[in-house]
Nanobody, 124 residues
Framework: QLQLVESGGGLVQPGGSLTLSCVAS????????IGWFRQAPGREREGLSC????????DTTDSLKNRFIISRDKDMNTVYLQTSDLQPEDTAVYYC?????????????????WGQGTQVTVSA
């Protein structure tokens, strides 16, 4: 059974960068489309970026395309989210999730397996 564990969050100053990792175990990450989401206090969960199974297609929310990059390392069974120029409004818990599908979507209801999340705090 697939399990996901996120890491790489932390406290960063405005303008800083973080690379978040989503390590999969129990199954190959190549069998799943993997998405990154975030949820800030008092706000709905937001879809950020997604990579299809085997990494042939990626999709990122338009407003984040110049700052967030998703990638997959098959050998490490890991999906990464590189973030840059972080701002206080990026403060949230960041989650990765998996769906058994060829295709990406930002609809979180389509994802069945979730990690526990990693906190990203952007503050001076």
């Amino acid at each position: 059974q697939l399990q996901l564990v996120e890491s790489g969050g932390g406290l960063v100053q405005p303008g800083g960068s973080l690379t978040l990792s989503c390590v999969a175990s129990g199954d190959s990450v190549d069998r799943f489309a993997i998405g990154w989401f975030r949820q800030a206090p008092g706000r709905e969960r937001e879809g950020l970026s997604c990579v299809s199974n085997q990494g042939s297609m990626t999709d990122t929310t338009d407003s984040l395309k110049n700052r967030f990059i998703i990638s997959r390392d098959k050998d490490m069974n890991t999906v990464y989210l590189q973030t840059s120029d972080l701002q206080p409004e990026d403060t949230a818990v960041y989650y990765c999730a998996a769906r058994t599908s060829l295709f990406c979507t930002m609809d979180d209801s389509r994802f069945s397996t979730w990690g526990q999340g990693t906190q990203v705090t952007v503050s001076a």
